[in-house]
């Protein structure tokens, strides 16, 4: 039986070897898709934190890659709120005072809208959904190399 670097040849050793080849730049891939989000596809990105948070906590896996962030305004933001409007009544007396042309104006309270997290934004899961037939096809293709490389003279076919 043929050996492969001491050990025995078997097909998950071979599509193992292809994972390892093929999981770096599929997770570029996938991250070039969430930058494209964040710069203005579903969010306007201004300060940068939230895509660094994203390329820090994402990486490469045994069996792949993941993409992920921890920031909980992103988690708001993908998983939507359902949360609905709520009144905010003043707990200290100048908590909602104001001056307007030498008049000072106390609020009984104001009401807070739960728009801005009521939709759901799929920030990561959309630039993976987008990203999938590109890397799919790219993990098709190591995985094949590995085969050939492996068995040079067999005629195989491969479809993924």
Known sequence: MSTFSGNAITVPRVIA???????????????????????????QSRSGTT?????SQSKTTTLGFKVATTQPSLIAW???SPRKAFFVKPVQARALRWEKGG????????????????????VLENAVDRSLPQITKDLGREIETAFREIFPNTRMEFRL
């Open 103 to 122: 008049r000072v104006f106390f609020s009984k309270g104001h009401m807070i809208s739960a728009w801005k997290f009521a939709p759901k934004r799929p």
């Open 78 to 80: 993908m998983l939507g």
């Open 17 to 43: 070897r292809a994972i390892v080849r093929w999981r770096k730049p599929a997770l570029q891939t996938a991250m070039d898709a969430v930058r494209e989000n964040m710069d203005g596809r579903i969010m």
């Open 51 to 55: 895509l660094k948070n994203i390329e």
